[in-house]
């Protein structure tokens, strides 16, 4: 009977962060949705826009190796819900904004503290729950991502168009503070395991020593390689989401309404086949070779590259929107398994800072994304910016091979308690 409650609850706990991971992405996302609006209200520059999502990567970076640290130390329960409820009121108060100090502020400083708190306890707290189905659970999680940003595209473009660009961000903070006053209730943190951060009958953190996770963590060259491939999968991201509306809307003539629905739901239908399936063959090539996960994310790398160039590079919006499905496809392979694949080389009590590590690195790299995109859009054309992310999808496929073929075998955590 324990076991079935177990076994049951670790569902529940899914579907509880899933839903927060959706308010955590249609937060981050919207504001690509209604860059337009927000630069003729604002009087902002394409680059001032940019300035401000760069901002928010930059802080987010910045906080992620202490967000780490912190999960690794504290309840992971608590940390996501306090997550949640900031990021929400960050998002609320965006909305209020009445210059590009105020979207600093608030879209930049205040919803990155609490986004970056969120993925690695949340992916932590999974992996905790999960380990047999670690990727596949951690793929439904990822679903989560893609439908926060066709569903605040889709909402965002209409809302912004029909009630002004503050809308949106009312209605997704508001939600937002609801599910984080749920999860206060219903989400808690499993019984501790070996190798497992523990936590005290009083609720007190049990201390891990920095200089003892800092050693743990760096002396492993693979984990410092996929910094740099996590590195190259947010700097595409980062750039398709904050400037792909734009480029359909100035390119081809949509509404900011269609541009959002296009530049996301072609993608993201695509992006869900390709975690939900990355997330079997991975957890099926994990079993088969060690390195099945990282086999399986390289492989995505490589093939997002066509599609990513001809995303920008064509004339046609039939082909254009074409490399974004396929983009999407690929990208959701990658997403797939990423993170499982990161603890493959983590020894369970320092996955949280390491994903704060990696997180920290790929979010600095993104943080270039917008502004180096502004600053290509006004010198030589958007199109060209979004061509030239595929030589960093390249980058990105080379670099998972090196790290497999050098490091990998001497980096491997051999997995302990099966669930």
């Not at 001809?310 to 990423?338: H, K, N, P, Q, Y």
């Amino acid at each position: 009977m324990i076991k079935q409650k177990i076994i049951s609850y670790k569902w529940e706990m899914l579907g509880l962060l899933w839903f927060a991971f959706l308010f955590n992405q249609a937060d981050r996302a919207m504001y690509g949705f209604v860059m337009p609006l927000i630069k003729e209200d604002l009087n902002l520059t394409d680059i001032e826009l940019g300035v401000v999502a760069t901002t928010f990567h930059i802080f987010y970076g910045l906080l992620a190796p202490l967000a780490g640290y912190v999960g690794d130390i504290f309840r992971r329960s608590r940390i996501l819900v306090a997550s949640i409820g900031t990021w929400s009121l960050a998002a609320l108060l965006t909305g209020f904004s009445a210059n590009m100090t105020h979207l600093i502020l608030f879209r930049g400083a205040s919803l990155s503290l609490g986004e970056a708190f969120y993925l690695p306890s949340a992916n932590s707290l999974i992996g905790q729950y999960h380990e047999k189905t670690r990727a596949f659970a951690m793929s439904i999680h990822q679903t989560a991502l893609y439908c926060g940003m066709i569903g605040s595209g889709v909402i965002a473009g209409y809302l912004g168009q029909t009630y002004g660009w503050r809308s949106p961000f009312f209605l997704f903070g508001a939600l937002g503070l609801i599910w984080a006053s749920l999860m206060f209730f219903r989400l808690k943190d499993p019984a501790s395991k070996p190798g497992d951060p523990k936590v005290s009958p009083d609720k007190k953190a049990h201390k891990i020593p920095l200089k003892e996770v800092v050693r743990a963590i760096f002396r492993k060259k693979s984990v410092l390689m996929l910094c740099l491939v996590f590195g190259c999968l947010v700097f595409v991201n980062v750039g398709y989401v904050t400037w792909m509306p734009t480029l359909l809307h100035e390119k081809f003539g949509l509404s900011l309404a269609q541009a959002g629905f296009s530049s996301m739901f072609y993608h993201v239908i695509c992006a869900f086949i390709g975690v939900m399936a990355g997330g079997k063959i991975a957890d099926y090539f994990s079993m088969k070779r060690k390195n099945g996960r990282l086999l399986v994310v390289g492989t995505g790398f490589l093939l997002c590259v066509p599609f990513v160039y001809l995303m920008g590079a064509t004339s046609s919006l039939t082909l254009s929107i074409f490399g974004l499905a396929g983009f999407g496809l690929f990208r959701g392979v990658c997403d797939s398994a990423f993170f499982a694949g990161l603890f493959d080389v983590v020894e369970p009590k320092y996955r949280s800072s390491g994903q704060g590590l990696v997180i920290s690195f790929g979010l600095l790299v993104g943080s270039l994304a917008p502004v180096l995109l502004g600053w290509i859009k006004t010198e030589f054309g958007l199109s060209q910016g979004i061509s030239l992310m595929s030589v960093v999808s390249l980058l990105g496929a080379v670099s998972i091979a090196l790290t497999v073929i050098l490091f990998f075998n001497r980096d491997y955590v051999a997995p302990s308690i099966s669930k």
